[in-house]
């Protein structure tokens, strides 16, 4: 079983700043990726940044390009995402999803993808 546990989030006003930290823990073998979503009322969910955990490869969502950084601690399996210049638009629950493979036994591995308990951020204009 993997964990993954989000932090961060909170209310903000318009142009202010926030930073949402992903671990993830449990049988973890290796970590391919890790990234955050967001879900919006009555919207689907969407991608917000991924990173892939062994390159400096990342993705993000063009609404947040030159706001939001996506960092990493690949010793520690935790990501970070720091939110800048929020705007009303940005609320939405966000969610850490990590990707990876685990240990099966009888040396098998299984790819999985967790996902965190999703974060609140609410940007007041």
């Known amino acids: 079983q993997v964990d993954v546990m989000e932090s961060g989030g909170g209310l903000v006003q318009a142009g202010g700043s926030l930073e949402l930290s992903c671990a993830a823990s449990?049988?973890?073998?290796?970590?391919?990726?890790m990234g955050w979503y967001r879900q919006a009322p009555g919207k689907q969910r969407e991608l917000v940044a991924s990173?892939?955990?062994?390159?400096?490869?990342?993705n993000y969502a063009d609404s947040v390009k030159g706001r939001f950084t996506i960092s990493k601690d690949r010793a520690k399996n935790t990501v970070h995402l720091q939110m800048n210049s929020l705007k009303p638009e940005d609320t939405a629950v966000y969610y850490c999803?990590?990707?990876?493979?685990?240990?099966?036994?009888?040396?098998?591995?299984?790819?999985?993808?967790?996902w965190g308990q999703g974060s609140q951020v609410t940007v007041s204009s």
């Open positions: 990173t892939f955990i062994t390159t400096d490869s990342t």
């Open positions: 999803k990590t990707t990876g493979y685990s240990r099966k036994g009888a040396g098998a591995m299984e790819r999985f993808d967790a």
């Open positions: 449990g049988n973890i073998f290796n970590i391919i990726n």
